[in-house]
């Protein structure tokens, strides 16, 4: 992957090689060999062909907006009839589409930018992420461990890679939460891509944002757990002490508190309860044991 060492994963061409013109002698090396790391799009075309000058443009444009993830060769078949004989084609422009050394889609005459756009990024798609998936993995493991610094570097560099990507993107606003500037982690998050903006991990990142946030203004969990025992019914206390106890590190503790809260009184302070109780789901994993029973209790609640 770009950005991470000095060679593009998965054999991805320079920026420079994404297009080129090849000819009957070079043929086997531009499009078969290179589309076992890569797969290669085949633009036959002539001088004289209208629509070819439509469609080239377009071709060329799609492929160097996917940034190394496919090339471009093209053949002109005046000049390389053989190529054309060989491989059938009996109108231009034509297109055809390579990788692991195989014809895998195509078409024939002119299409709308659009649609050129589509066929360039479901042929794109074929060769994998360049290693976006084990980077993002790995950068979860080191913020995970603590490695903050190395987690936002690799963050930044994916979203170089791909500016859109909401996981990176809600990684680097974790990886400010885990070094403990909210406000820098709150500004990432307001800044986030329209794109993305409204998308589960960005979602997941402004809960947690909102979490520390609580935190940092949680009473004492010892003085707030003797409220409640004094006064089962001080709403405010016990949901202050699920705050408390949730800053402390005590989810599980936490989510009961409210689940015990929103049972008593559902409605109370326009629902409070239930608001926290999704914030607490939203800023963990959907597979996070302590979400499925704690949705699976209030949905029990909600349609008893």
Not at 4 to 12: E, I, Q, T, V
Not at 175 to 190: I, P, R, V
Not at 274 to 296: C, E, H, S, Y
Request: hydrophobic content about 45%.
């Amino acid at each position: 992957m770009l950005g991470f060492g000095d060679k593009p994963a998965n054999g991805a061409a320079p920026q420079g090689d994404l297009v080129k013109d090849t000819s009957e002698a070079t043929f086997m090396q531009d499009v078969i060999d290179a589309s076992r790391d890569v797969p290669v799009i085949v633009d036959f075309w002539a001088p004289w062909c209208g629509p070819c000058k439509t469609l080239g443009p377009a071709l060329e444009a799609a492929v160097t907006a996917a940034k190394g993830k496919v090339r471009m060769v093209k053949v002109n078949v005046d000049e390389n009839q053989m190529i054309a004989a060989q491989l059938r084609i009996q109108s231009i422009p034509t297109v055809y589409a390579f990788f692991q050394g195989q014809p895998v889609d195509g078409f024939q005459g002119a299409l709308p930018p659009s649609e050129v756009k589509k066929f360039v990024e479901k042929i794109a798609a074929m060769g994998g992420d360049d290693g976006l998936a084990d980077a993002l993995a790995a950068a979860e493991e080191m913020l995970a461990e603590g490695a903050v610094v190395d987690a936002l570097e690799t963050f930044a560099a994916i979203l170089g890679e791909e500016p859109e990507n909401a996981a990176a993107y809600a990684g680097l606003i974790r990886c400010h939460l885990a070094s403990g500037d909210l406000d820098q982690a709150e500004a990432y998050a307001a800044a986030a891509p329209a794109a993305i903006a409204k998308a589960k991990e960005i979602e997941g990142a402004r809960a947690q944002i909102e979490l520390a946030r609580q935190a940092a203004k949680a009473g004492p969990v010892t003085e707030l757990s003797r409220a409640v025992e004094a006064d089962p019914a001080n709403h405010q206390a016990r949901f202050d002490l699920a705050l408390a106890l949730h800053a402390s590190g005590q989810i599980d503790e936490a989510v009961d508190q409210l689940l015990e809260l929103f049972r008593r009184d559902r409605e109370w302070n326009e629902g409070a309860a239930r608001t926290q109780l999704f914030t607490i789901f939203d800023a963990l994993k959907p597979t996070d044991p302590i979400v499925l029973k704690g949705r699976r209790r209030l949905s029990s609640m909600i349609f008893a």
